[in-house]
């Protein structure tokens, strides 16, 4: 599982910034716009932020067994910008 956590954070690390050197900030901004009007767009950003939700009580019921609050806390609100990322990095702070 390690593994995977850390391949997820290399792998999406890798595409944003190939992301940010092709598109910066404000075409980014535009272009998320531009999928909140496509209708297939809305269920997929619903969809994303729902499963962020799923991940960040995932976090806290681990944390709560764990004592690992501090670690929790900085993942969770880090979700929105770094996604996925957030709960791949949770995954390998947890153990230390």
Known sequence: MK???????VVLVFVSV???RLV????????F???WRM?????LLLDFFG???VLALWMF???AARGTWVAAVVCIVAMPVFGSM???????????
């Open 33 to 35: 716009r531009e999928i």
């Open 18 to 20: 190939w992301a940010w």
């Open 61 to 63: 019921a681990d944390a």
């Open 3 to 9: 593994a995977v956590a850390l391949g997820v954070l």
């Open 51 to 53: 499963l962020e939700i």
């Open 24 to 31: 910066p900030a404000q075409k980014a901004a535009d272009q």
């Open 86 to 96: 957030s709960a791949a990095l949770y995954w390998l702070l947890r153990a230390l």
């Open 39 to 43: 209708p297939w767009g809305r269920q």
